[in-house]
Structures are given as C-alpha cells and as structure tokens.
C-alpha cells in the first residue's frame, strides 16, 4: 500500500505565505513525477506545479513568480511555498504523485486534499 500524506493548509490573508508538504509512503521502489493540483468549489482539478524526479518544473501561469514546488527525494515528500497569496487561490490542494511500487508496476496517487483559504 502507498499513501500521500498532506500539510500545512490553513487560513492566510491576502498577501501572505503558507507551505504545504506531501510525503509518499508505503511500498514504494520509486517515486517519479509529484506535483500539486487544486480545486475549488464548482471549478475542474486544475494543475499549480509539478516537478519531475530530475527536478524540472513547470507552474501555473496564474501562480508563476508566487509559488514555488521542490523535492526531498531521499524522504519521498514533496513541497509547495505559496506565496503573494491571493483569495483566489483559495481551494483545496491535492498532491499527486507517479510512484513505482516494490510488487507491480507504476500508478498515479492523490493525498487527501488540504484546505487553503486566503482572506481579503
């Protein structure tokens, strides 16, 4: 079994920061591609950034220059530095990772979702 494991949602004001973290967990041989999704109420699952295994990215054009995605290979965790928030980037964040398990073969994982608000 493979688990994502989210943190560090909350309510932020407008302007300010917050880092979310997702760490990979289970049977696990290898984790490729993570990224960081999220969906507000009424609207599709869109894509904020991802990064590869190698450490390329790509963002968001509405979250390019304000949010930053990296990586902790060794601990299977991935993060997300949120700043210059604005209320609409109010949703839930979801993190999704490409993980090689140990018996089987690649398949994509999703956390459970962090709630992020920013008030005006």
């Known amino acids: 079994q493979v688990r994502l494991v989210e943190s560090g949602g909350g309510l932020v004001q407008a302007g300010g920061s917050l880092r979310l973290s997702c760490a990979a967990s289970?049977?696990?041989?290898?984790?490729?591609?993570m990224g960081w999704y999220r969906q507000a109420p009424g609207k599709e699952r869109e894509l904020v950034a991802g990064?590869?295994?190698?450490?390329?990215?790509n963002y968001a054009d509405s979250v390019k220059g304000r949010f930053t995605i990296s990586r902790d290979s060794a601990k299977n965790t991935v993060y997300l530095q949120m700043g210059s928030l604005k209320p609409e980037d109010t949703s839930v964040y979801y993190c999704?990772?490409?993980?090689?398990?140990?018996?089987?073969?690649?398949?994509?994982?999703w956390g459970q979702g962090t709630q992020v608000t920013v008030s005006s």
């Open positions: 990064i590869t295994s190698g450490g390329s990215t």
């Open positions: 999704n990772a490409d993980i090689v398990r140990l018996v089987g073969t690649s398949l994509k994982y």
């Open positions: 289970g049977s696990i041989r290898r984790v490729n591609a």
